[in-house]
């Protein structure tokens, strides 16, 4: 008889846990001892269309917890791609000042619920709406704009409407917008 893989005992475990929170220990006892790399097969699952949260995504988990967010897509449902390459990653965030692109937050700053902030680099126009991996559609996001962002494709805002949201701002927020500027561009 076939050994069933880790990948798919990792399947079994949490298809029936939508919603639940689950520990490292809990899913490592699900494979086994002697399989070290669950890890890696939590992030396969991802990438195949599983929608697992960990503390990076979620506030309110612990190092060491996840949730299977919704039910997994079935076999076939999902369309897998090949990554965005490093090369390209680091092309995006450079460009992108290391800042989320929809809230404005820099890599490590902290966030309202005390995590640090993570980016991401997240498509313009989504792949299932015809995007493609090319650095004009990708666009650095942190965790919480990434995850709200899904699948959707949002236009930029645009000059008109940016300055009449900080002419309606106070002129404390105006100058923090100013100085925000000033440490992106430079001081000229």
Not at 115 to 123: C, D, F, K, M, P
Not at 152 to 174: I, K, V, Y
């Amino acid at each position: 008889m076939a050994r069933i893989g880790s990948k798919e005992l990792i399947r079994r475990f949490l298809k029936p846990r939508v919603g639940e929170v689950v520990t490292a220990r809990q899913i490592q006892d699900a494979v086994g001892p002697e399989i070290t790399e669950w890890a890696r097969r939590l992030r396969e699952l991802r990438a195949e269309g599983w929608q697992i949260s960990s503390h990076n995504d979620r506030a309110d988990l612990r190092p060491g917890e996840y949730v299977l967010e919704a039910k997994p897509p079935e076999p076939g449902e999902y369309r897998f791609s090949p990554n965005i390459s490093g090369r390209l990653r680091a092309q995006v965030l450079e460009r992108n000042g290391y800042t989320c692109q929809m809230c404005g937050i820099g890599a490590g700053d902290e966030m309202e619920d005390g995590r640090r902030a993570r980016l991401h680099v997240g498509h313009i126009v989504d792949r299932d709406h015809g995007g493609k991996d090319e650095a004009s559609n990708l666009r650095a996001l942190c965790s919480t704009c990434n995850q709200g962002a899904k699948n959707l494709a949002q236009e930029p805002p645009s000059w008109t409407w940016l300055l009449g949201q900080l002419r309606r701002a106070t002129q404390g927020d105006q100058r923090a917008a100013l100085d925000w500027l000033k440490n992106k561009f430079g001081k000229d």
